[in-house]
């Protein structure tokens, strides 16, 4: 079975700064997607970024950009130049190619951008 | 173009009582999910739909939990008898499926709370 770790529950970020969230995975899968969704208030959880893991080269995204280590099975997110409208919960999510098209997410991280 | 919809937004009943979730998807999208988030949890999958067919309810609790998918488009899902512990917010998602990990877009969710 696929799991995702998002190991920070909270992160806190001044407006304009940069912020890493991190996530890891466990899979024997070797053909796959990631994705990090935002999820503000309204609940609506909104695609941020997306990546195939055949693809060695980091995805991006404005100002969000991902370091993916497929041998380390992490994906991190990086968000530049912080805004507020950045506050939110991110999920880091799995997805099989080619297989359930399900998604398999983790616990989220609460990040607060502050004035 | 409409996104997901999703009613009612919120719903406040007794346990025991059964409430009924209702969800359009994009158009042209074929493949629908329902998804159950709990305070302080990523979303979990509860059944995904291919056209008319479900071909992935593992998760359901069918002793109280049903779906339904008429026609292919609209979706309901139906909890009878609710209890406390179904107090959550049911997320549907809709993507154009066909095996590419296609970007699965969710609505803003039902918020459930059980008294």
């Known amino acids: 079975a696929q799991t995702v770790t998002q190991s920070q529950p909270e992160m806190s970020v001044q407006e304009a700064e940069t912020v890493t969230l991190s996530c890891t995975y466990d899979?024997?899968?070797?053909?796959?997607?990631l994705f990090w969704y935002k999820q503000p208030p309204s609940r609506q959880m909104i695609l941020v970024i997306r990546?195939?893991?055949?693809?060695?080269q980091n995805a991006t995204e404005n100002r969000f950009s991902v370091n993916f280590q497929k041998a380390a099975k992490s994906f991190s997110l990086k968000i530049s130049d912080s805004q507020l409208g950045d506050t939110a919960m991110y999920f880091c999510a799995f997805m099989i190619k080619g297989g359930s098209e399900k998604l398999v997410f983790g616990k989220g991280t609460k990040l607060t951008v502050n004035p | 173009e409409a996104g997901v919809v999703q009613s009612p937004r919120y719903k406040i009943i007794e346990k025991k009582q059964p409430v009924a979730f209702w969800c359009n998807p994009i158009s042209g999208h074929n493949t629908l999910y329902w998804y159950l988030q709990n305070l302080g949890q990523g979303p979990e999958l509860l059944i995904r739909?291919?056209?008319?067919?479900?071909?992935?309810d593992s998760q359901l609790p069918k002793d109280r939990f049903s779906a339904e998918r008429l026609k292919g488009v609209d979706s309901t899902l139906k909890i009878q008898p609710a209890e406390l512990g179904d107090s959550a917010v049911y997320l549907c998602a809709s993507s154009s499926g066909q095996g590419h990990g296609n970007t699965i877009y969710f609505g803003e969710g039902s918020w459930l709370t059980v008294v």
């Open positions: 899979t024997s899968e070797n053909n796959y997607y």
């Open positions: 739909y291919e056209n008319e067919e479900a071909v992935d």
């Open positions: 990546q195939e893991a055949y693809k060695q």
